[in-house]
């Protein structure tokens, strides 16, 4: 591993490469990746500003993405509803056509009994007939 143009080798170096701190070593800084005792006051404010700064982006840039994927969001949940909506419909509509055919067949059904009966009828005068 190489930091800063020195070669570490264990974790132990990583304490003696330019003032970094040993991860976990528990430091004060909120940043760990520096010291700020290490330098000068007019350095650490302009480091300071440059993370500040960072955060700002960074917040923004979530925040952007969050906006985003809400608006994403909400044309979907749209767009589902509206899907909804048709499917919705086209079962009505499924459900209208179901019934008339279902009347047809009764009606079929008992034109059906009524020929048949009627033929039933006709059956002993067409006996007479023959």
């Given at each position: 591993?190489?930091?800063?143009?020195?070669?570490?080798?264990?974790?132990?170096?990583?304490?003696?490469?330019?003032?970094?701190?040993k991860?976990?070593?528990?430091?004060v800084?909120?940043?760990?990746?520096?010291r700020?005792?290490?330098?000068?006051?007019?350095?650490?404010?302009?480091?300071e500003?440059?993370?500040?700064?960072?955060?700002?982006?960074?917040?923004?840039?979530?925040?952007t993405?969050?906006?985003?994927?809400?608006?994403?969001?909400a044309?979907m949940?749209?767009?589902?509803?509206?899907?909804?909506?048709?499917?919705?419909?086209?079962?009505?509509?499924?459900?209208?056509?179901?019934?008339?055919l279902?009347?047809?067949?009764?009606?079929?059904?008992?034109?059906?009994?009524?020929?048949?009966?009627?033929?039933?009828?006709?059956?002993?005068?067409?006996?007479?007939?023959?």
């Amino acid at each position: 591993m190489e930091r800063d143009g020195e070669t570490v080798k264990t974790k132990d170096d990583l304490e003696t490469v330019k003032g970094y701190p040993k991860p976990g070593s528990g430091t004060v800084s909120p940043y760990a990746s520096f010291r700020i005792c290490n330098k000068d006051s007019e350095e650490a404010k302009v480091e300071e500003e440059d993370h500040q700064t960072l955060k700002a982006v960074l917040l923004l840039a979530s925040e952007t993405s969050i906006n985003a994927r809400v608006g994403a969001d909400a044309v979907m949940q749209s767009s589902l509803q509206q899907e909804n909506l048709i499917l919705r419909q086209q079962l009505e509509a499924i459900f209208q056509e179901n019934s008339l055919l279902k009347q047809a067949v009764v009606k079929q059904k008992r034109q059906q009994r009524e020929t048949e009966d009627q033929s039933q009828e006709l059956q002993p005068l067409r006996k007479m007939i023959t």
